[in-house]
């Protein structure tokens, strides 16, 4: 009886190491899942204030209660205030090189008719020639066009009447994703009634339209291909 003793012992330690070991992993934080990593575009909310009590004046009109001036409307002018940026984006480049060169060279030496150079040297081997052509050309062209809408927030209202604005907007479709993002200056000014601006108006804007999935992955080249595109001389 004394052998099947030791063994259930040894199996039940075995078993609570292997319980102590799940444990232990489960409590890891690099086990948790993690947490995306901030784009820089995300939305910027408003500042919360605490609600402080009005006391009642006894009058109809109240500007706390969502008051807009006429001139202005409800036009975005604070922290956390959205409006629309319509991307009319289109650019049109090109560029041509050409190059053209030549060079041609010659030497001779005659020899002595006499003696022992003679006898070892013809005159046709002293005489040396060199030609040299360069013939080369280039061109590029590109063409990109973006109409699209993207709804933004204030994140930072200036004292020269300008607000600095950002957002994202993301797309998850069936093969990928796709998201767009948006960053740049705007004149307070320069939003009309209906909330938007161009975004041809926009200072130092910065526009990213990319993705991921199937789709981005088969428009690559594959990682052996570039490397050796790296290594080739040619």
């Not at 480049?93 to 003679?118: D, Q, Y």
């Not at 973006?146 to 069936?174: F, H, Y």
């Not at 705007?186 to 200072?203: G, K, M, T, Y």
Request: charged letters at 20%.
């Amino acid at each position: 009886m004394k052998p099947k003793r030791s063994l259930n012992r040894r199996l039940l330690s075995g078993t609570s190491r292997v319980v102590a070991v799940c444990l232990s992993l489960h409590g890891v934080p690099a086990m948790a899942k993690k947490e995306p990593k901030p784009s820089g575009f995300e939305a910027t909310l408003p500042v919360t204030t605490p609600a402080v009590p009005i006391a009642p004046s006894g009058s109809i009109f109240a500007a706390s209660g969502g008051y807009a001036p006429l001139y202005q409307g409800t036009r975005a002018a604070r922290v956390g205030d959205p409006l629309t940026i319509l991307l009319v984006e289109s650019t049109t480049a090109a560029k041509s090189v050409s190059s053209k060169s030549g060079k041609t060279g010659s030497a001779s030496i005659t020899p002595p008719t006499s003696g022992l150079v003679s006898k070892l040297l013809k005159a046709d081997s002293l005489k040396a020639g060199s030609t040299s052509n360069f013939n080369g050309q280039g061109s590029a062209a590109q063409t990109s066009t973006l109409n699209s809408t993207l709804s933004v927030t204030i994140a930072e209202v200036r004292s020269n009447g300008t607000a600095l604005v950002r957002g994202e907007k993301k797309m998850l479709i069936s093969q990928g994703d796709e998201w767009v993002r948006f960053s740049g200056i705007v004149r307070l000014v320069d939003i009309d009634q209906e909330n938007q601006i161009s975004s041809d108006r926009v200072a130092d804007a910065r526009i990213e339209y990319t993705g991921k999935g199937a789709l981005q992955t088969a428009s690559k080249q594959g990682w052996l291909g570039r490397f050796f595109n790296m290594i080739s001389p040619f």
